[in-house]
């Protein structure tokens, strides 16, 4: 196996089926793909049994399957937690999964601006409006309880903190994990999450690679501050944005990690036209800018 590795995204192709991705992936030259549960679960939905759907993954690597929402629930709402994880953890075994990517909560940017403006907000809110130590102390016990569960099934855990929400700059993240102690945590390196966050090529660069399962190879528009929206920021085709991707991946690589780079993509009109074409550019832009 090379020391870098690129993986396919089942975002570039968001509204094709698990089979097309796979597909995608065998034709452009990616070396695995990191799975869509929501696409399995489409495909499962759809009448295919697991153990057909499990041959479909014969000879791919997949590093891993997203994404496990609000990793922080707690209180009343731990338990809906560890029953979302046990699905995501059957989906990881049929896929061959490596680990199970979990996202900091809530998604909903209203959620983020409601609290801001002193206005009560009527949805699921995580641990906004908390000090930030029981934030922290909330978020490593889920955690801690989420990698236990994980072990069991052999798989890990990594962890996205999303830019609009708290404790979403790397360091937070490798303190919540240094606080759970648990030998199966990671986290994944997204550029754009980092950016919108604050944080930089230099902030990556002293990751200890060791931490880091994975990498999200992606750009962004520019990001005046204030509360960054995904749904804005993202939607650029990867190298078209303001984001220096040789600086970034160069930041990664210069902590010594050798591992895989996925091509999350957002770009809504890419995510329109031909997968295939746009796999292979993005392809051959991660070839140009990592190896």
Known sequence: MADQQLIYHGLVSRHSTLSTDL?????????????????MKAALDAG??????RSWFRDVRVPGIGFLLDVERHGTDADALMCDAEEMF?????????GVQVITGPVELEAVKSLGE???????AGVLGLPRDE???ILSASLARLADAAAAHGLLIYLEALAWLP??????????????????????????HCHASGDTPEDVARLDPRLIHGVHFCDSRFHGGGVPDESVLRDVATGQGVLNLRDWSDAVKSTGYNGWWSCELFCRRQQQENSFAIARELHDLMRRTIL
């Not at 597909?23 to 696409?39: D, H, N």
């Not at 002193?118 to 699921?124: E, F």
């Open 135 to 137: 934030q922290m102390r």
């Open 167 to 192: 404790l979403n700059r790397l360091a937070d993240q490798v303190e919540a994990i240094a606080r759970a102690d648990r030998g199966n945590l990671r986290l994944v390196v997204d550029f754009w």
């Open 48 to 53: 295919i049994s697991g153990e057909e759907l």
């Open 118 to 124: 002193g206005r009560a907000w009527p949805g699921y």
């Open 23 to 39: 597909e995608i992936m065998r034709q452009t030259g990616f070396e695995g793909l990191e799975v869509s549960a929501a696409k």
């Open 90 to 98: 059957r989906l990881a075994s049929i896929a061959g999964a490596e």
